[in-house]
């Protein structure tokens, strides 16, 4: 049974920083692609960034990029997401997922394994 349990969210002053981290298990990490999205009131979920299988590789959204620091540690079976400098904009519920295509990607139905999200909220 597949689980990725997200972790590290809560409440901060804008400008702040939070460490999110998700741990998986019940697969085979290493194999996975992890990406990250986020989901606000009324608003679709949409992507904020992804990591390659060996960690070389990431891909952020614009309204991150520059802020946020994907990482992933194989052999904990977890990734992190660095967020500084937060935003109110940034209040979100975060998700991370698991998706086993060779290419990184920011589409929702790219992603085979989904964990049950984490509150974030950015204060003005």
């Known amino acids: 049974q597949v689980q990725l349990v997200e972790s590290g969210g809560g409440l901060v002053q804008a400008g702040g920083s939070l460490r999110l981290s998700c741990a998986a298990s019940?697969?085979?990490?290493?194999?996975?692609?992890m990406g990250w999205f986020r989901q606000a009131p009324g608003k679709e979920r949409e992507f904020v960034a992804a990591?390659?299988?060996?960690?070389?590789?990431?891909t952020y959204a614009d309204s991150v990029k520059g802020r946020f620091t994907l990482s992933r540690d194989n052999a904990k079976k977890t990734v992190y997401l660095q967020m500084n400098s937060l935003k109110p904009e940034d209040t979100a519920v975060y998700y991370c997922?698991?998706?086993?295509?060779?290419?990184?990607?920011?589409?929702?139905?790219?992603?085979?394994?989904w964990g049950q999200g984490t509150q974030v909220t950015v204060s003005s």
């Open positions: 019940g697969l085979t990490f290493s194999s996975y692609i």
């Open positions: 990591i390659s299988r060996g960690g070389g590789t990431t």
């Open positions: 997922a698991a998706s086993t295509r060779l290419q990184l990607s920011a589409r929702t139905y790219d992603y085979d394994y």
